[in-house]
């Protein structure tokens, strides 16, 4: 029955992978997360996608100064924007979120619905055997924008998935997860 569903998911993945591929997104601002967890650090993985519809809007916000060019202080402005509307804790303890890799794609590509910018933030760790909570709100801007939050299967088979809790916008996440010795 598992090599079945496996099977399932992955035809439905690349059925689902091949019709994007042709598609381009036109009236929500997608705001895509992965999550990555390692004993060291936890990685947040973001793909913001403007489609057609709210492109025009979304360069707006990040070219301040409307010359058509996003600088270097204008990217950095606008990650550091949708970085205060995101919120993470691990048992309780939060932490500021700071992205380490910030690519902007050509505004060109932008508006027609398949630029993506990709923001990753390290949060680092020192996961010792034990039980922990996760907890992660994007409150990204504007009634336009969509989310969706997943967390990928761990490489290091000490780190377990025990349960995740999504809102019924996935703007929140929680994540139960273990981490147990070998």
Not at 26 to 49: C, M, S
Not at 72 to 101: K, P
Not at 168 to 179: G, H, K, W
Request: net charge positive.
């Amino acid at each position: 029955m598992t090599r079945t569903r496996s099977a399932v998911f992955v035809i439905l993945f690349l059925l689902a992978l091949r019709a994007s591929a042709r598609a381009h997104r036109l009236d929500e601002y997608l705001q895509a997360t992965t999550i990555a967890l390692a004993h060291d650090h936890i990685l947040l993985h973001l793909r913001l996608t403007p489609g057609v519809d709210v492109a025009e809007n979304v360069i707006r916000q990040i070219d301040r100064n409307g010359d058509g060019r996003l600088s270097f202080a204008e990217r950095q402005s606008y990650v550091w924007q949708i970085t205060q509307r995101l919120s993470f804790s691990l048992n309780g303890h939060s932490d500021r979120l700071l992205a380490e890799v910030a690519k902007f794609p050509s505004l060109t590509a932008m508006r027609t619905g398949t630029g993506v910018i990709d923001l990753q933030i390290r949060i680092q760790t020192g996961l010792q055997k034990g039980n922990y909570h996760l907890a992660y709100n994007n409150r990204g801007a504007g009634p336009e924008t969509v989310w969706l939050v997943n967390c990928l299967q761990p490489q290091d088979p000490e780190i377990h998935i025990v349960q995740q809790k999504r809102s019924e916008t996935q703007s929140s996440y929680l994540l139960d997860f273990a981490v147990t010795p070998s």
